[in-house]
Nanobody
Framework: QVQLVESGGGLVQAGGSLRLSCAAS????????MGWFRQAPGKEREFVAA????????YYADSVKGRFTISRDNAKNTVYLQMNSLKPEDTAVYYC???????????????????WGQGTQVTVSS
């Protein structure tokens, strides 16, 4: 089991920045891939970014590449999503997710993740 708790959402103006955090607990995380997804009203949940806990390899959706950075702090068992140059279309509920032994080809598929946080709202005003 992996428990996930997100924090850091809020309201920000376009062009601003926010940092989301996802604290993970449970069994060893060395085999875990951590992902961030988001869901806007009336839209499907979409992939944002992922990081492999062991080694730190990262993967990003094209829509956020160059603006968002995913990272992890091993000592704190926490994954971060630094979001810069935010746009109104980034407005959504952001979810942290985790899965063990996830194949690299499956990082962007929400159905592959077994563990989810409660979500945190990010609102970007124009």
């Amino acid at each position: 089991q992996v428990q996930l708790v997100e924090s850091g959402g809020g309201l920000v103006q376009a062009g601003g920045s926010l940092r989301l955090s996802c604290a993970a607990s449970g069994r060893t995380l060395s085999s875990v891939t951590m992902g961030w997804f988001r869901q806007a009203p009336g839209k499907e949940r979409e992939f944002v970014a992922a990081i492999k806990w062991s080694g730190g390899r990262t993967y990003y959706a094209d829509s956020v590449k160059g603006r968002f950075t995913i990272s992890r702090d091993n000592a704190k068992n926490t994954v971060y999503l630094q979001m810069n140059s935010l746009k109104p279309e980034d407005t959504a509920v952001y979810y942290c997710a985790a899965d063990r032994y996830l194949d690299d080809s499956r990082w962007s598929f929400s159905v592959e993740y077994d563990y989810w946080g409660q979500g945190t709202q990010v609102t970007v005003s124009s």
